[in-house]
């Protein structure tokens, strides 16, 4: 594994709609491995893999680009920035964080509120609404509007870390999954199918970039590669954990925008235990992931998600163990190597 690899991928800005250039960063990375390499118009990148079987299938493997971000909604006369979302943002974790904003430069901010002390004690025991936040840019309001436009996208600012046997830092949703299909991508050296490794666009605002993939490619099979939810924290019943941290790789039975095939699921199962590879199983109650694009593609195909643990997501600390990532590269690449088996 290259932490240095994942820390460039977390690191390289991302919004909804414009992931030009982590695109970039991904390119350099698959098309050194690939037969071949395209873009569609929206922007999501292809890498082939051609198949060694006599019938070859094409099998999707996604994993999307697009982060969490904002977008400048208006400017305050004295230059501090109003924001809109572009992703399920939480607003407790976004005050005091600091951002960059991609303006005609990249101008470095920070998200603040108004100070506690003008603020009554009924007010400080609300959750402070997105819509009353704000970005001071530590600039004169003449310079801010010289430099930045109502629609320019704005990304948090956090590095990457190392804690203890966890990886902690923004954008691990879903540039883990990116990592991971770039490193299953680079083991894999043969399969009876097309391998199709697939970086999407727009996944964080309604799965838009698998579905204009998929429509384009109609693949035979589809795998999602995303984060799922950890809740294996203080303040949670057992019961409600989703899966836990360090126990794993999940193999996702649901969520709330697709529901796995059953076959897929066995087989990815099989597969795991074949391996010797630690996994979970994985039932999500909210959320979802590229399968469910995938999965409506044209008259359907079978799609399953292969799921890296995540605590605290969608924040600047969602935190990921080692181990399930390394596991989450060795299941997709078994996928990659052995989807020939797979019937459905």
Not at 297 to 310: E, K, N
């Amino acid at each position: 594994m290259s932490f240095d690899l994942l820390r460039t991928l977390c690191a390289t800005p991302g919004a909804p709609g414009y992931e030009h250039l982590f695109r970039e960063v991904v390119r350099a990375e698959l098309e050194p491995l690939a037969d071949e390499i395209q873009e569609d118009s929206m922007g999501n990148l292809f890498a082939l893999k051609r198949g060694r079987g006599s019938k070859p299938r094409k099998v999707m493997v996604a994993a999307h680009m697009d982060e969490i971000s904002l977008i400048v909604r208006s400017i305050h006369k004295e230059g501090f920035l109003y924001f809109s979302p572009l992703g399920g943002f939480d607003p407790r974790t976004l005050i005091a964080q600091r951002v960059k904003v991609h303006g005609k430069e990249v101008l470095d901010g920070c998200i603040a509120i108004k100070a506690a002390h003008f603020t009554s004690a009924e007010e400080r025991q609300k959750v402070t609404p997105l819509t009353e936040l704000f970005i001071d840019l530590g600039l004169p309001a003449a310079k801010v509007r010289e430099l930045v436009s109502v629609g320019d996208p704005i990304t948090l600012e956090r590095e990457l870390i190392t804690m203890g046997d966890y990886y902690c830092g923004k954008t691990l949703d879903d540039r883990v999954g990116v990592y991971t299909m770039i490193e299953a991508f680079r083991r894999l050296r043969h399969s009876d199918d097309d391998i199709y490794a697939v970086a999407t666009v727009q996944e964080e605002v309604g799965v838009r970039g698998a579905r204009v993939a998929s429509f384009g490619l109609e693949p035979d099979i589809g795998l999602a590669l995303d984060i799922t939810i950890a809740a294996d924290t203080p303040g949670v019943e057992e019961q409600d954990y989703c899966v836990r941290t360090g126990a794993g790789v999940a193999i996702k039975v649901l969520d709330s925008y697709s529901i796995s095939h059953p076959g897929l699921v066995r087989f990815l199962k099989e597969l795991a235990q074949r391996k010797a590879i630690s996994y979970q199983m994985e039932v999500l109650p909210r959320g979802g992931t590229d399968a469910g694009g995938m999965q409506l593609s044209r008259a359907g195909i079978p799609v399953c998600t292969v799921s890296i643990p995540c605590r605290y997501t969608h924040s600047v600390v969602e935190t990921v163990h080692n181990e399930d990532v390394e596991r989450a590269i060795k299941l997709t690449h078994a996928f990659m190597e052995h989807s020939g088996e797979f019937r459905s």
